[in-house]
C-alpha cells in the first residue's frame, strides 16, 4: 500500500471514535424524533379530537403555539450534540488522513472522557462496531497519498448529497400530505371559520413549517455537498496532469477539511433508519466511483514513471 489510510481507519482508536460520534449523533436524531412526534402525529391525534370534543379545539390551538416554540429548545439542543459529534469525526478524518488539526477554524480537540463514554454507550445500547470498518474504500491504499486523500473527500461528499436530497423531498410531501389531511378534513364537517381556524389552520402550521424547512435546509446542504464535490474534482484534474505540485494539494485539501467540518456541525440531521435503509446501496455505489478514480490515478502514475 502507497498510504496508511485502509489500516489507520480500522485501528481500535479509530473505530472508538466513529462509534462515540455515531452515539452522540444519534442522540440528536433522538431529539429530532421527539420533534417529529410532537409535531406530527400527536398535532393528527388532536385534530380528530377536536372535531369530536370542539371544547378542545382551543387548547388544540395552544399545542401548536407550544410546539412551533418548543422547536427552538430542541433545535439548540441538537446543534451543541452536532458539533461535538463533528469534532470527533475531524479528529478521526485528520489522522486517518494524515491533515493537520485546523485549531483556529475548529476549535480545541473534543476531550478524551466524551470519546470514551460516548464509545461505551454506543456499545452499551446494542451498536455494531464492525459495520464502522472501512469507513473508506480500501482500494485508496494503492494510489499516494495525496490523491487518496482526495478520493476519500469526494466519497464522503457524493454519499451525503444524494442522502440528503432524497430526505428532503419526502419531508415535504410528507408534511404537505398531513396538511391536505386535515384540511380535508375540515371540508367534510363543513366547520365554522373559527373552527377551521383552530382545528385545522394552526395544528397544521408546526406541521407545514417543519417540512418546509427540512426541505429548504437539505437542498442548500445538498448544493453546498455538490459544490465542494466539483471542487475536489477540479483538484483532481489538476493532481493527475501536475498542473500542482503535491503541496498545493494538501493545502487544497485541508482548506476543503474545513468546509466539510463546517458542513457536518450545522447540517440538519438525518434519520438513522434512511441512513441504514440507504446504507448498502449507496456503499456499493461509493466503492466502485472510488476504484474508477484509482483506476485513472494508477494509469497516470504509469504512464508519468515510463
Known amino acids: 500500500m502507497l498510504n496508511s489510510i485502509p489500516e489507520l481507519q480500522n485501528s481500535k482508536l479509530q473505530i472508538e471514535r466513529l462509534a462515540a460520534q455515531r ?9 429530532q424524533s421527539f420533534q417529529l412526534i410532537l409535531t406530527i402525529p400527536l398535532t393528527i391525534a388532536l385534530s380528530l379530537l ?23 429548545v430542541l433545535e439548540a439542543y441538537q446543534r451543541n450534540l452536532r458539533q461535538q459529534a463533528a469534532k470527533i469525526q475531524e479528529l478521526f478524518d485528520c489522522e486517518v488522513l494524515t491533515l493537520p488539526w485546523n485549531e483556529l477554524e475548529i476549535g480545541i480537540k473534543p476531550d478524551v472522557e466524551l470519546v470514551i463514554e460516548s464509545f461505551h454507550n454506543f456499545v452499551q445500547k446494542g451498536g455494531k462496531l464492525d459495520k464502522l470498518s472501512n469507513w473508506y474504500p480500501s482500494i485508496v491504499g494503492k494510489v499516494p497519498l495525496h490523491l487518496a486523500r482526495l478520493i ?12 440528503r436530497r432524497w430526505f428532503g423531498k419526502r419531508a415535504l410531501i410528507l408534511s404537505l400530505t398531513v396538511v391536505a389531511i386535515l384540511f380535508a378534513i375540515s371540508l367534510w364537517n363543513q366547520l365554522s371559520l373559527e373552527s377551521f381556524i383552530l382545528s385545522a389552520l394552526i395544528p397544521a402550521l408546526p406541521v407545514f413549517s417543519w417540512g418546509l424547512r427540512e426541505f429548504q435546509k437539505q437542498n442548500e446542504v445538498a448544493v453546498e455537498l455538490e459544490r465542494l464535490k466539483s471542487h475536489v474534482e477540479d483538484f483532481w484534474e489538476a493532481s493527475i496532469t501536475s498542473r500542482i505540485s503535491i503541496r498545493q494539494i494538501e493545502t487544497k485539501s485541508r482548506a476543503l477539511q474545513d468546509e466539510i467540518y ?10 438513522d ?3 441504514n435503509y440507504f446504507r448498502l446501496r449507496y456503499e456499493f455505489i461509493a466503492t ?8 485513472e490515478a494508477l494509469v497516470f502514475l504509469d504512464a508519468s514513471f515510463h
Request: proline content about 5%; overall charge positive; hydrophobic content about 45%.
Open 23 to 31: 452515539f452522540i449523533y444519534s442522540s440528536a436524531k433522538r431529539a
Open 50 to 72: 377536536s372535531l369530536l370534543f370542539p371544547l378542545i379545539a382551543p387548547w388544540q390551538a395552544i399545542y401548536g403555539l407550544v410546539v412551533v416554540l418548543l422547536e427552538n
Open 152 to 163: 476519500c473527500q469526494r466519497t464522503s461528499l457524493r454519499w451525503d448529497y444524494q442522502l
Open 262 to 271: 463546517d458542513l457536518r456541525r450545522d447540517n440538519p440531521l438525518i434519520f
Open 273 to 275: 433508519s434512511v441512513y
Open 288 to 295: 466502485k466511483g472510488a476504484e474508477e478514480y484509482v483506476k
